[in-house]
């Protein structure tokens, strides 16, 4: 009988103590928690890497906007009539609104503004003519703070319909030169701090 009781009260005891511990629980969050912290970086290059393609096409499609319009002028310097600075950037961002996926536009008419979501938060496109090589004679597009994700992708996307590149200040295509994929790569710097100049005429 004595017998008896210890073993019951031993299983009871164990029953007692079932579950983990605070000191387990938080082991456990603590593992997760570095785990979490080396695979978030990877996940966001996962998903800037699916948005080079898209924003490469809105970057085009507001060219295109733009282009159609200094045609219009028929001359030399088509571009002299975009302005500078703000105003630049706001005739690309009113080309853009309402047809980009990946470009964001805030505001409207001259106090209209872009940001793209290849790298840093609230990272503003901007745009400005271009001496290609006679001022106004082009414009150049500049998407800063991007992600090592998007370099040199978005560049490749864009080889084809911009008349030069620059990464980093790394000439990558020069006028009717071709696209050097290895410079591009090699231009590349970690994080998010790439910055891209297309030139377009």
């Not at 002028?73 to 996926?101: C, D, E, H, I, R």
Request: net charge positive; hydrophobic share 45%; glycine share 8%.
């Amino acid at each position: 009988m004595k017998l008896q009781t210890i073993i019951a009260d031993r299983f009871q005891g164990r029953f007692r103590q079932s579950g983990f511990t605070l000191v387990e629980l938080l082991v456990v969050i603590a593992i997760a928690g570095v785990l979490v912290s080396l695979v978030q970086p990877r996940i966001r290059a996962i998903i800037i890497e699916g948005r080079v393609e898209s924003t490469a096409k809105d970057i085009i499609n507001a060219t295109n906007v733009l282009r159609a319009s200094a045609a219009a002028n028929g001359t030399q310097t088509p571009y002299t009539t975009l302005g500078a600075g703000a105003v630049a950037t706001a005739s690309f961002a009113n080309a853009a609104m309402g047809k980009a996926s990946n470009l964001s536009v805030a505001g409207v008419g001259a106090a209209a503004t872009v940001q793209h979501n290849l790298g840093a938060t609230n990272s503003q496109v901007t745009v400005a003519q271009a001496a290609n090589p006679t001022a106004g004679d082009s414009f150049a597009v500049t998407v800063p703070t991007a992600n090592k994700a998007a370099c040199p992708g978005l560049a490749t996307q864009l080889s084809r319909v911009a008349e030069a590149i620059t990464i980093n200040a790394v000439q990558v295509k020069a006028v009717n030169g071709q696209y050097n994929g290895t410079a591009g790569e090699n231009a590349c710097t970690a994080d998010d701090t790439n910055t891209f100049v297309f030139t377009f005429r």
